[in-house]
């Protein structure tokens, strides 16, 4: 893997913010940030575009605003121990967000890295929007907040070992979390914390590091977490020993959100072995037993009457028919211009979170308590007090490390009905979704189709018109909090959240004159979400693959049209970046062929290359209870991230984003049929596999040239884009319906009923 050190960064600005010293026993601090808004790039080529709304403010720059009022009541406090604890309002569901936040600690207090303990925050609806893990926000809204806090805790320390050594606070020294007079008199943070706490709360200023001057963020950082992930020591949900609470499990309808209408056999399931209690549930049966084969026995037991669901008749086929009928009409007619028009389909995707959806819940008279994987607390614990019937004060939500999420842990699904279950039989649960449940009933990506025509005249680009039409993206979760989770539900104010996701997150990076992107949904009751990356991937797809089509039209190579048509050089490096690395252009045997795909959002931008083999002998391999297909041979990516904190967890996150590009590209969806996903575990959803993993991967990570931007979603665009631009070139058609292989049903679908298959026993069998 590539390696790129950061370079001092002079052109950072340097500025003071406003924080306090709260009254604490030891040193407690917190920031109060005001917001950095964003400010509109600009346009060079020859037709220039007008700026979109997120050229304007993006997604994240209202995220951050939005979190920026409460920033205050985030706090680090300094222990005895020489030791920093700090309660993280995030979620840590794998992508190093508890390891960036204790550089950034680190960075400022001058201290290692191992004395800061980043933990993860309970639900604190006083918050309100500031504990929100989503759209790639995490580092841009709690950068200046943690620093700032940092940068008051190393001021007082000083102070008040300079007070007490009667010299002045700027002689001294810092050094590993020591503070080193020129006399030769030391202390360790941990014995200055409760001198240096305060007796009240105190408005004060700090300024953090010059950027020049950091030695720990800008450097590959190994997970804090990493240890405790191979030892099988990290704690999650499913790890959670509370007393009495005993596995659980929901026997689920065979269509979306059918219900129930009656239990024939309650009495005899309930007197199954192991089982003890069966109850009725919004979502279907829930069952609590002595283990989770206990549960499943029973689950495959029960015997349902099923009403209808929410979507009982539909299929691709139906769903794809009201999409076309919903797509709006284009504007620009091809009036003394040429033309590329286009449609392009995406099938529905599964969110595929290696952690199935999980909770434990301990609901008693008058209070309850519930942990799960959140990232979305406060809502989760202000609709479980709704449904509860108690005040927001007696619920405690406690958010626990997630085994992965692409945007699934925004909602507390499982959550809601362990509560649930746990209020109706008056004991605790640990209540775990099957992996049939995560297929059948978990979130997706919606099915979508985007509808393109460019205009062109004498070597310009004169307009571009993309109409994206989707099933529509469940946003019921809100900003984090009750208010806009209700909002989002009804008519009106779903369809505006949406609009207001889309508009703030895609902006066109090249000069293609008069540009409209619109967004139109289908309200259709699928379970959907925002999987990783949003309206992006499928948007910018269809977008890059145009400009295949346009740079071919107007005779030029792909790569020179995209540099010449980019608006500003930031896209230019990361694109030559690899270019130069993947040597575009190299010769290559017939089926096999290169492509590259670009993508700019959340202040940052991506490059990514990949090499695809198209020819029969890779195509028809053969692999057990699988389809095999096309595959990417060589991808290299270069991230612009703005600051890369931690430029080793930026590179995992681009391997992961680039493992979900080849997969929606290639092989990575569900079939829907009769109102209900055929895919039921992971043998049949083919998220990118070792077989089409390429064998030679680089990721280049940019120097340093501002504020951190996002980046933790930012490669998936790019990466599908550059396997369907590379596709096209090998097969010589451009591709338009995706993933390629979705037309291919290549295993036997579980059956609807039971809900979910028998206890896996079989696992020797297949080791050789």
Known sequence: MADQRRSPLPGLER??????????????????IGMDLASPETASAAIPSLPE????????????LAASPTSNLIALQLNRDDTVSFALPRAEVGQGITT?????????????LSKVHVSLADARP????????????SVRSMYHPVRTASAIAR??????????????????????????????KTASYGSLAEAAASSRTEQVTAEPKAAGSFKIVGTPQNRIDAHDAVTGKKQFTMDLQIPNALPAMVCRPPTINGTVKSVQNLAQVKAMPGITDVAVISSGVAVRGKTMTHCMDAVRALEVAWGAGSVDGESDATVLKKLKAATLPMAVPPVLTSSVDAEFTFAFASNSALETNCAVADVRPGSAEVWAGLKSPITTQEQIATMLGMPVTAVKVHVMQGGGSFGRKLFGDAALEAAEFSKKIGKPVKLMWHRTDDFRHGRAHPMSLSRVRVNYALGNVVSYEQRHTSVTTDFGHGLGEILTAV????????????????????????????????????????????????YSPNVVCARELIVDQLAAKMGQDPLAFRRSFFKNDRYRAVLDKVAQAGQWGRKMPAGMAQGIGFHAEYKSCCAVLVEIDCRPSTVNRKVRDGVTGPRVTKAVAAVDAGLPINPRGLEAQMLGCLNDGIGLALTESLHIDKGLPLEGSWDNFFYTRQWNTPPDTQVFVMPANGDPGGAGELGVAASLAAVACAYGRAVGKMPTSFPINHGTLSFEPLPRVPSIPDSPVDGLSYVS
Do not use: C
């Open 100 to 112: 960036t936040i204790a550089m950034l600690i680190a960075e400022e207090l001058d201290m290692p």
């Open 155 to 184: 001021a007082r320390l000083l102070a008040t070992a300079a007070a007490q050594w009667g010299v002045s606070a700027s002689s001294l020294s810092v050094r590993d979390g020591v503070i080193s007079s020129k006399t030769g």
């Open 15 to 32: 500025r003071k913010f406003l924080g306090y010293l709260l009254a604490a026993p030891t040193l407690a601090v917190a920031a109060r």
């Open 487 to 534: 909002a989002a539900k009804l008519p009106v104010g779903d369809i505006g959240f949406s609009q207001t996701v889309f508009e703030l997150s895609q902006a066109m990076p090249y000069d293609f004159g008069v540009t409209t992107q619109l967004l139109n949904e289908v309200p259709l009751k699928f379970h959907t979400g925002s999987m990783r990356n949003v």
């Open 126 to 137: 006083e918050l309100v929007f500031n504990q929100l893990t989503g759209g790639s926000n």
């Open 53 to 64: 709304p997120a050229d304007l403010l993006d997604l994240g720059d209202a995220l951050t």
